[in-house]
């Protein structure tokens, strides 16, 4: 319990970080303004705890806040801060442009959907076998079962070449390497933008991953529909049985799918803004 309320709180203390960054991102990283924000975080949490204490629910409370902290602009104009230039940079790493941060937020997908693809091929692999199998049954005769079972046995290895291909010839980003080591620094405007889309891609790959663990979890119910066929109907034969197998594999192939693309999306807009972050 008590480590949920932790954990709980360092996501409340982060979202605040973020909003408070992405606020003031037009203002200059100086000391007078980075001390205001430190303070105008305390400040937020304060009234976060005390809209708690008054049992509003935290979603409605995190809610509240950053509305009455809306004005962190006006604040911070009011008090004469200085304007951040739009080409400022402390680095000496040439800086990465909109459109290349596009570029390699673009390219970081396409290698990560390839590379969920062909985990997802190799891990539903069994999927031809069973369907052939269960084509065999239904034949009811020896020869159909090993006719239809070599078909199925040529799906699976097919599916395993297949996802191992897709997975090796993946290509990484053009600047891979350069995001990698932190070789580059980000504009004002562009921090923004990217902290911005940070929260709508985070809040898109918290819905795929519980898509797929759904998915993980649920992936025996087409065996014992299935088999609830192969009863009702009174079939001599397990085929409904041996499909609902096939089928748990599908879902087992698209539950994968959902949570290596969750795990992963949400990463590259992050390598973005925190390896520039750690030069």
């Not at 602009?73 to 680095?91: C, I, K, P, V």
């Not at 190799?122 to 199998?133: H, Q």
């Not at 087409?222 to 609902?244: E, K, N, R």
């Amino acid at each position: 319990m008590a480590q949920a309320q932790t954990a709980m709180r360092e996501d409340v203390e982060l979202s605040f970080k973020r909003f408070i960054l992405t606020e003031s991102a037009d203002f200059a990283s100086e000391p007078a303004a980075d001390l205001f924000r430190v303070n105008l975080l305390g400040r937020m949490l304060d009234r976060y705890d005390e809209l708690i204490g008054q049992q509003v629910s935290p979603q409605t409370a995190q809610t509240r806040v950053k509305r009455e902290f809306s004005d962190i602009a006006q604040m911070m104009r009011d008090q004469d801060f200085d304007l951040a230039e739009d080409g400022f940079t402390a680095s000496r790493w040439p800086q990465l442009t909109e459109e290349e941060a596009a570029q390699y937020i673009q390219e970081s997908d396409s290698q990560l959907h390839k590379t969920a693809l062909g985990t997802a091929m190799c891990s539903a692999c069994v999927l031809p076998l069973m369907i052939g199998a269960a084509f065999g049954e239904m034949t009811g005769s020896w020869r159909g079962e090993e006719f239809f079972s070599l078909i199925g046995l040529v799906g699976m290895f097919a599916m395993i070449g297949l996802g191992i291909f897709t997975m090796t010839t993946a290509a990484k980003p053009k600047k891979h390497e350069t995001v990698k080591k932190g070789r580059y620094s980000l504009s004002s405007s562009v921090r923004k933008k990217l902290q911005q889309l940070r929260t709508a891609v985070e809040e898109k790959a918290r819905r795929r991953r519980g898509k797929g663990i759904a998915l993980l979890v649920a992936c025996v119910a087409p065996i014992f529909v299935g088999t609830a066929l192969d009863s009702l109907l009174s079939i001599y034969s397990s085929a409904g049985a041996i499909f609902g197998v096939a089928g748990m594999f599908a879902m087992i192939g698209l539950g994968v799918y959902e949570v290596v693309v969750a795990s992963g999306e949400k990463k590259t807009i992050a390598k973005l803004l925190d390896n520039e972050d750690k030069r």
